[in-house]
């Protein structure tokens, strides 16, 4: 596979927002759906720069998103295809998005950028471009994604846990 640029992609928050939320929310409660489609809560919009972000910097994306919990990878990938990402995800991650990396060799991961609305990344924060709950992935995070993903990743002897 050579060294990849790693998307480590937050959903909630990030391709999606609160005011997209509660209008999806108030919908299947007016139509009084019980079985709601859950991709419908993903903005199209958002994973199309996701998608630009990966394609400019040849990055592929790994689910760092408490959805892996309760949606399988497959599902999770499928929904992201058809909103528009033009790539199959490479994975999700388990616990922490360092646990993923130490199960990767050094020479396999080039760079990460973090997509996320929390901030709970503690030494990862300068691979951390913060979105927030109410507007999701913006256009102006685009190139901030990017300038992280071009600075390449400091090797650390041992691993953090």
């Not at 994306?61 to 499928?78: F, K, M, T, Y």
């Not at 060799?105 to 927030?132: E, F, G, Y």
Request: proline letters at 4%.
């Amino acid at each position: 596979m050579g060294r990849v640029k790693i998307v480590f992609l937050d959903i909630d928050g990030v391709l999606n927002h609160s005011e997209w939320l509660y209008e999806i929310q108030a919908r299947w409660k007016q139509m009084r759906i019980a079985d709601p489609d859950f991709s419908e809560m993903i903005d199209e919009r958002a994973v199309k720069l996701v998608d630009e972000i990966c394609r400019t910097a040849d990055a592929r994306v790994v689910i760092s998103s408490s959805w892996r919990i309760c949606h399988r990878p497959g599902q999770l990938n499928a929904w992201l295809r058809a909103k528009g990402l033009s790539q199959n995800i490479l994975g999700v991650r388990g616990n922490e998005i360092q646990l993923w990396l130490d199960e990767h060799d050094d020479k396999d991961v080039k760079s990460i950028v973090i997509l996320d609305d929390d901030s709970d990344m503690a030494h990862l924060m300068p691979r951390l471009v913060q979105t927030h709950f109410s507007a999701g992935l913006l256009p102006d995070h685009v190139p901030l994604a990017l300038a992280v993903l071009d600075r390449p990743m400091k090797r650390k002897r041992g691993k953090r846990r």
